[in-house]
């Protein structure tokens, strides 16, 4: 286009136009071309500022990408942490459980799981300050009694919840 334009300057300049007329025609193709480049540089303007806008906010997203994928891999490293290390005392915490209950005489093995089946995971507690941590009732006075008199290895249990009741130096017998 601006090749045309110049064509036709130069025909006009040449002085090989003569006719009015065709002068005048020529002019207002000159005049045209000229405003339709001027739009067109517009254009070509306004498209280079999108282009410049695009890529900044494609900087901008991978950034946040970057960032974004940066907590995903420091939040993955720390949940593996934290399983790594259930496992661990789960094993041991297993591995505990079976020495322990080893040592238990199993009809006393077999009553506690019976009661902790029934009782939401917990079929022993310990008898503090006269108080069942099973339940958390306060022992009866006459319960209190009879625990006082049992056997060191007779089994005693709460009245209330029926859990295998634990004695310490701090029952408050
Ligand atoms: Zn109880």
Redesign the pocket.
């Known amino acids: 286009m601006r090749q045309r334009a110049a064509r036709d300057q130069k025909r006009l300049d040449s002085g090989a136009v003569s006719s009015p007329k065709d002068l005048e025609n020529l002019q207002r193709e000159i005049t045209s071309l000229a405003k339709r480049q001027g739009d067109l540089e517009d254009v070509v303007l306004e498209v280079m500022e999108r282009r410049e806008s695009a890529q900044e906010r494609v900087a901008e997203l991978t950034e946040r990408v970057g960032s974004v994928q940066g907590r995903i891999d420091d939040a993955t490293a720390r949940r593996d942490a934290a399983v790594e290390e259930i496992d661990g005392e789960a094993a041991s915490v297993t591995k505990e459980r079976e020495v322990v209950s080893a040592s238990v005489p199993a009809p006393l093995l077999s009553l506690y799981e019976k009661l902790r089946g029934q009782q939401g995971g917990i079929g022993a ?1 310990k008898l503090y300050a006269r108080t ?1 941590q ?2 958390r ?1 306060e022992l009866a006075i006459t319960e209190l009694n009879e625990i006082r008199s049992a056997a060191p290895d007779t089994v005693v249990r ?1 009245e ?2 029926r ?1 295998i009741l634990v004695r310490t130096s701090e029952s408050g017998l």
């Open positions: 507690a069942c099973g339940c009732q709460c209330n919840c859990r």
